[in-house]
């Protein structure tokens, strides 16, 4: 442990001169026009999308879905207890299913990454572990970290570890760990004192990698995009939410405890506050935020008059609200929203060819969910 502690502040040291902040260089500011709302759009008219049901049986039952990963050719997703490989059609490939107190087990599953060669990295966040399975179940190796990690993103043969608002002894919110060595190599972006006293909120998106230039990084609280690559972290770009953005001054008063704070915040009720989603597709770039207890989508093309801002939409008749929805954003340009049994049922009776299929007919409803998978244009 004395070792892995001198490593890290060696790499601190030597990268300090590398973070986020670069003198001389403005970020660009993009303005999302908060008050241009439409209740409801029509998804068909902002992005194209197909659904996998997951199949149920007695030795299937999946738990709430915490991650979902897709691929071109496979969709994973996990929940508390294991990670899942399942075919476009629906058909389960693969289970990992390892949950327990051994010295080849985990306790829970915080989140996951499939590697190129189909091994599955699983962290478990209880354990301050990451762990090696293939998809028989064989552990083929074990991590100790350091860190409360709370998400993770494997590039290459890095992987990238996030551990948000939590004060921790080197001062940073992201590490990246050589997964060979399991030495931690570089370090990003310091915590904030005063956010770190309330804000431990754990969000899905934190990363969205791109096979090209590196990794999309965003944060709950924080109004910018960074780009991660070549071992460097940069400000892409900042969000300004119709000058309701937080002020750092609201952060620095003496709450008494995180329900003040936030009992505090919610009454202003004047603020906007994101990034839960960020994704640039072909014609158009994705952001999330909240906004007077609400949570809304911008779809933001290159002319800023043709901004589309929205917190439902519907899918051949049937709404989908986004507050209190899991979307679930994918490397491969997707977005992925799971549908309970009950919003299954309701779908199927509806006169839409979209829902028309006989698998959705009458489904019971302790049935798996529904996987809408959007790809905005």
């Keep these: 442990m004395k070792s892995l502690i001198f490593n890290v502040l060696i790499c601190l040291l030597m990268i300090s001169c590398s973070q986020t902040k670069r ?11 908060v008050s241009s709302v439409s209740s409801s759009v029509n998804l068909s008219d902002i992005a194209g999308y197909t659904w996998t049901l997951l199949p149920t049986s007695d030795t299937l039952l999946i738990n709430e879905i915490n991650r979902v990963h897709n691929s071109d050719e496979y969709i994973y997703l996990s929940d508390v207890s294991s990670v899942y490989k399942f075919s476009y059609h629906g058909e389960l490939i693969a289970k990992i299913e390892k949950q327990g107190n051994g010295p080849d087990e985990y306790l829970n599953v915080s989140d996951f990454q ?4 189909e091994t599955v990295w699983i962290l478990c966040r209880n354990t301050k572990s990451l762990l090696l399975y293939s998809w028989d179940n064989k552990l083929k190796k074990k991590i100790k970290l350091d860190l409360w990690v709370q998400n993770i993103c494997l590039l290459n043969d890095k992987m990238l570890l996030y551990v948000g608002n939590e004060e921790n002894d080197y001062g940073r919110q992201l ?8 030495i931690i190599e570089n370090s990003y972006k ?8 309330y804000l431990h909120v754990k969000g899905i998106n934190t990363f969205c990698r791109d096979f090209e230039t590196g990794c999309d990084y965003s944060e709950l609280f924080n109004d910018t995009i960074y780009k991660i690559s070549d071992d460097t972290i940069r400000a892409e770009m900042r969000f300004d939410w119709g000058g309701h953005n937080v002020p750092d001054r609201f952060y620095k008063n003496n709450f008494q405890d995180i329900v003040d704070f936030f009992q505090t915040f919610h009454s202003e009720n004047v603020y906007a506050y994101g990034v839960n989603l960020f994704l640039k597709a072909n014609l158009s770039t994705w952001v999330s935020y909240f906004y007077q207890k609400k949570c809304y989508i911008a779809v933001l093309s290159g002319n800023p008059m043709d901004q589309i801002v929205f917190e439902q939409f519907n899918v051949e008749g049937y709404p989908i609200k986004l507050l209190d929805r899991e979307m679930f954003l994918q490397n491969n340009g997707t977005i992925v929203i799971p549908l309970d049994a009950v919003e299954v049922r309701e779908c199927s009776s509806l006169s839409s060819e979209f829902f028309s299929s006989k698998l959705l007919q009458g489904i019971p409803e302790d049935s798996n969910p529904l996987l809408l998978i959007i790809q905005p244009k």
């Design 175 to 182: 590490f990246e760990m050589n997964i060979n060595t399991g």
């Design 114 to 117: 499939v590697c190129d060669d």
């Design 190 to 197: 310091g915590f904030d004192p005063y956010k770190s006293r």
């Design 23 to 33: 003198k001389g260089v403005e970020i660009p500011m993009v303005k999302v026009d």
